[in-house]
């Protein structure tokens, strides 16, 4: 901490000139320093508690706050959360998008997947439940019965490779007030058709106005290299909370009853919950 | 600027005000190898903790950034690559998915979800110990008085010198024991100036949620991937300066640098004494 340059300058008082181990270390430790390195630390340990106590009121604390990385993980989505709430991920020219599109690696997909792909995903419905006023279920039809939107952003993974894509769909918002969102609701947990593979995101992520429920790709279908055929996009965050084939939404206020509490599947797999960067 | 002055008084030396300059005569038993040895102070406590903070968040940060490039040992410029695109350069080492294609047969652990975790708590840490150091060094005079050059030192003839000495691996003389030498003064500035912002620069421009809020941090750099890319040439030159620091460190004397690092006090030989 800031010391002030001490007033009196050190002598050569007799002490000092005797060569004793002691006199190794010139620093006298006062009293006065002991008394203000104490206040100084039970203010810092107060102004911690205080500043978590704040934190957790405005949603700072990420669900995989706990153990020894919990630190820098609370650090990084508190900042970034009241850095970012309300901006916008980049999106790029059409002329940016990449050539030729970029499956990325999956697992192979389970007989679900494989039999509703097999009617031509016309029995996909994606179910939303949770902490809404009319919990729903809506077929791709219905949900591209309403206005559609579409944004070019990139999709970058957290092995360090990037793809830019077109992204079309409708926002998660308007599903959201569609069924009618309890005000007290925090998170949106969503989940894929392989069990192994969900997610979830907070109410500034879930309102934001580019995560989308996505159904479509560059001009056509959504791929199912891609995620098709729907996939929850999530630009201002890493890949991996960008989930593919989802299924089913459901709106919380607390993260705890959902597998071992941690917020989603990554978290329980060794990622981090909040991919931002 | 202490009342009494050693008889090996440097003007560059250290006149850290939480440090009091004087000459303590060190015991008998501690010096019999260096009978004419006094102990004067060196590194201010803050320099000797920050420096240590440094080190543990940096090996931290090294060893994470390892592990998380395996996992895509590819390199591009611009804004986007995957295994799709062409490379700038790739690492000729095997990767730890086995999608991409190393040209190697087999496939490293995956060690990316806790290499993430170390890597941004350990750069928090650096980044608040950073701030703590450049905050206090500025306050107390340890910038100008330790690691900006003499007015004289910053000529071609005085800098080639210096060089020249390097090179023909001329041991430092005494006075190094207490003060840095011209070229050990700019590079710790580069490297506190230049590389470390760059670095924390390169970094939040990989990060999607960042670059949402301040979209000119990548753009500057020509994009994601590019800013990958230099973030991976700024660890690259991190990593040299450190290999020529603890090669320096060995050079002149292990044993008393480290000591001078880790109590604070550096032994001197007394002149006319």
Known sequence: MSEPPKPEPPTLGPSKLEPSPRDSSPRNLSRRKLITTGLAATAGIGGL????????????????????????????????????????????????????????????????????????????????????????????????????????TMVQCEEGWSYIGEWIGVPLSQILQTVEVHPQARYVVYFSIDPDWWESID???????????????????????????????????????????????????SLKGFGKGLGSSAPEGGYAWYAGI | MPAVRAPWYHSRVSDSSCVPSVAVPIPATASAAVPTATMSARHSALVRVTHWITTLCFFALLVSGIEIVISHPRFYWGETGNDLTPTLFKLPIPASRNLVPSGYGYVLPDQNGWSRYLHFQSAWLLVFTGLLYVAFSLLNGHFRKNLMPDGADVSWRALSRSIASHLR?????????????????????????????????????????????????????????????????????????????????????????MRAMITGRAATPKEGA
């Open chain 1, 49 to 152: 508690g205080v500043a978590a106590r704040i934190a957790q009121r405005y949603g700072l604390i990420p669900p995989d706050h706990g153990g020894f990385y919990g630190f820098g993980e609370t650090l990084t989505y508190a900042s970034q959360r009241l850095l970012t709430r309300h901006s916008l991920a980049r999106e790029f020219s059409r002329s940016q998008i990449s050539q030729p599109p970029f499956p990325n690696e999956m697992p192979p997909l389970n007989d679900a997947f494989k039999s509703l792909q097999a009617g031509g995903f016309a029995d996909w419905r994606l179910s939303v439940s949770g902490m809404v006023a009319k919990p729903a279920s809506f077929s791709l039809t219905q949900l591209k019965s309403y206005p559609s939107r579409s944004q070019i």
């Open chain 2, 169 to 257: 691996l001329e041991r430092p003389g005494a006075a190094e024991a207490l003060s840095y030498n011209v070229l050990q003064r700019l590079s710790y500035l580069f490297v506190i100036f230049v590389l470390f912002p760059f670095v924390i620069w390169t970094g939040l421009a990989m990060s999607p949620a960042f670059v949402s809020a301040v979209p000119a941090a990548v753009n500057i750099l020509g994009g994601q991937q590019s800013a990958r890319t230099l973030h991976f040439f700024v660890s690259l030159a991190l990593v040299l300066f450190l290999l020529v620091h603890v090669g320096m460190v060995w050079f002149a004397g292990f044993k008393s640098r």
């Open chain 1, 203 to 253: 109410m500034a992520d879930a309102l934001h106005p580019q995560t989308f429920l996505t159904y479509g790709m560059n001009g056509g279908e959504l791929p199912v290299g891609n995620g098709g055929p729907l996939r929850l996009r999530v630009p201002r965050q890493l890949g991996y909370k960008s989930v593919k084939f989802i299924t089913h939404l459901t709106v919380t206020d």
